[in-house]
């Protein structure tokens, strides 16, 4: 008997020494959807959205208008890549974009407007039914491309992967602006960025984890799939990298400001041309655009051989993709190279016809915001706890 008992005692010892080290790498898979085909008004409502999300504070620092887990992500048209994580005792399950370039958390309230059409098309946090809901009182408001997103702030428990984060504070939206967030395939927002660029200056997501000790390792890590399926669309690990994901070593360089996840960017080259150098640049999950400075923009447009639109939009020949040039970030002393089946994406006009888009955006500053067109080639890793971030091509 006292040997069974010995015997029962050490394996749950060993279940719980096993459960510990499982739960500080978490995956969050991340889905996919059936078509790759966006439209042009999707394009253009993903630019708005970007520009309202940054504003410039001098001419180098960027700051904001207003052991681990891995969570599997939903590519939707490669626009957004979004996961699962639950808000509440018990867990209301919520589809949310993990967004490095913001840092609050959000989600839509059960008390939302009945005009906010965005809201009642997606899964809403009913506060009433979890026990561990506490109010907070204070109100929120977040800008966006066609209006501000608002409600009120509240704390909960919030599970993703096998991580549970307590009394972490969030936002639950009662209005969501326009028709930004309608046809998104994440009721949500999960903001991935530092705590200065957060509304009220929310303590966010992440950094709750690191605090609660939820992770070993201070770092979160993404691989996107640019041709993914509705359940395979890439990964986001939390508490570190998985080397199994891309080849050689990480190029890792410091952070020149812990708001957005800005870095220094040595030089831009076309064709073996160099463009610019010396700039800043952010790594953003939220938009799938890369974002240049105007000079830079027109530059590298004009290369491709772009038609410019009315709508800052350069048209580029669908025939002619092959025979485009190579374009070459180098970071950290290390060339990241695109491909033209990297930035140039395809789009359909109101009628039904098909467009070839360059991926290359209009930023009205003098930094560079890279999103998914590159984060899809390059495995990255956002490491918090060396104010650091690191590239390496994705397997």
Request: hydrophobic share 40%.
């Amino acid at each position: 008997m006292q040997c069974l008992i010995l015997l029962w005692l050490s394996l749950w010892i060993l279940c719980l020494f096993w459960a510990k080290c499982q739960g500080q790498l978490i995956r969050i898979p991340m889905q996919f959807q059936a078509s790759f085909m966006a439209s042009r008004r999707q394009h253009r409502a993903g630019r708005s959205s970007l520009l309202a999300k940054y504003n410039v504070v001098g001419e180098q620092e960027v700051t904001s208008r207003n052991g681990g887990a891995t969570e599997t992500l939903d590519n939707r048209l490669n626009l957004e890549y979004a996961g699962p994580i639950s808000i509440g005792s018990p867990g209301q399950p919520f589809n949310m974009l993990f967004d490095t370039g913001s840092a609050n958390l959000w989600v839509p309230s059960a008390e939302c407007s009945p005009k906010s059409v965005a809201c009642h098309h997606h899964h809403r946090y009913n506060a009433s039914a979890s026990s561990t809901f506490v109010p907070d009182g204070r109100r929120f408001s977040i800008a966006y491309g066609t209006g501000s997103l608002s409600g009120r702030l509240a704390q909960d428990t919030v599970a993703i992967g096998q991580l549970v984060v307590r009394n972490q504070t969030f936002g639950m939206a009662t209005h969501e602006p326009g028709p930004t967030f309608v046809d998104t395939n994440f009721a949500g927002i999960v903001g991935l960025g530092f705590r200065p660029i957060a509304e009220q200056g929310i303590k966010p997501l992440f950094e709750s984890m690191c605090d609660q000790q939820l992770v070993d390792d201070c770092v979160f890590s993404f691989y996107l799939k640019r041709n993914g399926s509705e359940r395979k669309g890439g990964e986001l690990l939390f508490g570190g990298v998985d080397k199994t994901k891309f080849s050689g070593s990480l190029t890792y360089v410091p952070l020149t400001h812990a708001g957005y996840w800005q870095f220094p960017l040595d030089a831009i080259e076309v064709a073996g041309t160099r463009i610019s150098q010396h700039r800043q640049a952010i790594a953003d999950t939220g938009t799938s655009l890369v974002a240049a400075p105007p000079r830079e923009y027109l530059i590298i447009n004009s290369l491709l051989g772009g038609l410019p639109t009315s709508n800052n939009e350069y048209l580029l020949n669908c025939s002619e993709i092959d025979s485009l040039p190579e374009i070459v970030f180098i970071i950290g002393g290390q060339r990241f190279g695109l491909q033209p089946r990297d930035y140039v994406m395809s789009a359909t006009n109101d009628d039904g016809s098909s467009i070839c888009l360059s991926a290359f955006t209009l930023m009205d500053a003098e930094f560079w915001i890279l999103g998914d067109v590159f984060i899809g080639r390059y495995y990255t890793a956002f490491d918090a706890g060396h104010r650091r971030i690191g590239f390496a091509p994705a397997a």
